[in-house]
């Protein structure tokens, strides 16, 4: 099993930049792929971006294409989203989540691990 830690989470104003880690635990890191969803009030979790375990593929939700990038580093054991040019539609509850096998696509159901989640606001 793996276990997720998110942070970075906060207030940040439009068209600010916010950073997102998530730190998870136990000796095989490298072999889970990761991804970030979202979740905001009243409507369903949505996916966000996806990595695979080598970090050389990458998923991302037409929503944030071109604005948030993911990245990870395997000798931390950490899974990273990077935020730019945020807008108030971003605000919501983001959620990193590890899959065991090669799945880093935008489906929550192809993920066995989550964190609880970090609170990000972004004001107008």
């Known amino acids: 099993q793996v276990q997720l830690v998110e942070s970075g989470g906060g207030l940040v104003q439009a068209g600010g930049s916010l950073r997102l880690s998530c730190a998870a635990s136990?000796?095989?890191?490298?072999?889970?792929?990761m991804g970030w969803f979202r979740q905001a009030p009243g409507k369903e979790r949505e996916s966000v971006a996806g990595?695979?375990?080598?970090?050389?593929?990458?998923y991302y939700a037409d929503s944030v294409k071109g604005r948030f990038s993911i990245s990870r580093d395997n000798a931390k054991n950490t899974a990273y989203l990077q935020m730019n040019n945020v807008i108030p539609e971003d605000t919501a509850v983001y959620y990193c989540?590890?899959?065991?096998?090669?799945?880093?696509?935008?489906?929550?159901?192809?993920?066995?691990?989550w964190g609880q989640g970090t609170q990000v606001t972004v004001s107008s």
């Open positions: 990595i695979s375990w080598s970090g050389d593929k990458t």
């Open positions: 989540a590890a899959a065991r096998t090669p799945y880093y696509g935008g489906s929550a159901g192809g993920y066995d691990y």
């Open positions: 136990g000796r095989t890191f490298s072999s889970y792929s």
